[in-house]
C-alpha cells in the first residue's frame, strides 16, 4: 500500500505544479523571465517528498507539459526553447539538492528546511537559470546573474512558505 501512496504523492504534487502554472506570471521588464509560482511546488516537492520521489513529480511534471500548457501558459517545448529554459530544466535537480542538504541536518527543522529551500531551490535554480539566460541573451553573466537579485525577496517569501508547510505536514505523509 506504501507504493500506491507514494505515486499518488507524486502525482499530486505534479498536480500542484501544474495548477500554480495557471496562475499568471509577473513580467519584470527588464528580462524576459517573469516571476511564477510554480517554484513554490518545486520547492514543496523537494522538502515533502524527498529527493528521488520529488524530482519523479517534476519529471513527471514535465511530461504533461508536452501534452498541455502546464508552464504557465507554454508547453515544454516552447519553455526549452526561450530564455527561461535554465531555470525549468534546473527544478529536476532541486528535490535531490534540498534532500542531500537536509540530510546534512541531524533532526528536521523548519530552520533547516529554509535553509535547504534557499540554497537548492533558490540560489541552485537562479544561478543555473542566469547562466543560460547569459547564454540565451548574449549577455554578460554578471549582468544575468545581477538581474536575477529581483527573485530573490519573493523566492525567500515562497522558501519560508514551503518550509512552514514541510514542518506541519512532513510527518503526516511519512515519505521523505
Known amino acids: ?18 495548477i500554480l502554472g495557471f496562475i499568471p506570471a509577473i513580467p519584470l521588464g527588464f528580462i524576459p523571465v517573469p516571476i511564477v509560482l510554480q517554484n513554490l511546488g518545486v520547492m514543496l516537492a523537494g522538502v515533502l517528498l524527498g529527493g528521488k520521489k520529488g524530482s519523479l513529480s517534476i519529471l513527471l511534471f514535465y511530461l504533461l507539459g508536452l501534452f498541455i500548457p502546464a508552464f504557465s501558459g507554454n508547453t ?3 519553455v526549452l526553447a526561450g530564455p527561461t529554459a535554465g531555470y525549468v530544466v534546473a527544478w529536476f535537480f532541486v528535490p535531490m539538492l534540498v534532500n542531500l542538504i537536509l540530510k546534512g541536518f541531524k533532526t528536521s527543522s523548519f530552520i533547516g528546511n529554509v535553509i535547504a529551500i534557499l540554497l537548492g531551490g533558490v540560489l541552485f535554480v537562479d544561478v543555473a537559470g542566469a547562466v ?3 547564454v ?17 525577496p519573493g523566492d525567500t517569501i515562497k522558501a519560508i512558505l514551503a518550509s512552514l508547510i514541510a514542518y506541519k505536514y512532513k510527518e503526516q505523509l511519512a515519505l521523505a
Open 132 to 134: 543560460y539566460l547569459s
Open 136 to 152: 540565451y541573451m548574449h549577455m554578460p553573466l554578471m549582468t544575468s546573474l545581477l538581474s536575477n537579485l529581483a527573485f530573490i
Open 1 to 18: 500500500m506504501k507504493n500506491v501512496r507514494e505515486l499518488l504523492y507524486i502525482a499530486m504534487m505534479a498536480t500542484i505544479l501544474v
Open 76 to 78: 515544454f517545448f516552447a
